[in-house]
Nanobody, 116 residues
């Protein structure tokens, strides 16, 4: 059974930083492509950043230069470092893990609110 558990969300002011973490249970983390998605109220869920098992990364244009995705295979954890946060980054952030050509798994989501 694979489970993804996110943590690290919260309320911050514009310009501040947060780091999200997602711990994956099970023994297949190292082969999974991991990603962070977000969903703002009334909007579709979108891909924010992804990282392959080999460490290749991809970002949506709106977060390039501000967000960094990374992974620690020994800790079975993927991170999203979010700097220079903006109000438009406010959303529920979801961790996603995908086995190539096979299943994908989702976390329960963590709220990030950027507001004065």
């Amino acid at each position: 059974q694979v489970q993804l558990v996110e943590s690290g969300g919260g309320l911050v002011q514009p310009g501040e930083s947060l780091r999200l973490s997602c711990v994956v249970s099970g023994s297949i983390f190292s082969i999974m492509t991991m990603a962070w998605y977000r969903q703002a109220p009334g909007k579709q869920r979108i891909l924010v950043a992804s990282i392959t098992s080999g460490g290749g990364t991809n970002y949506v244009d709106s977060v390039k230069g501000r967000f960094t995705i990374s992974r620690d295979n020994a800790k079975k954890t993927v991170y999203l470092q979010m700097n220079s946060l903006k109000p438009e980054d406010t959303a529920v952030y979801y961790c996603n893990g995908r086995i190539p050509l096979s299943y994908e798994y989702w976390g329960q989501g963590t709220q990030v609110t950027v507001s004065t």
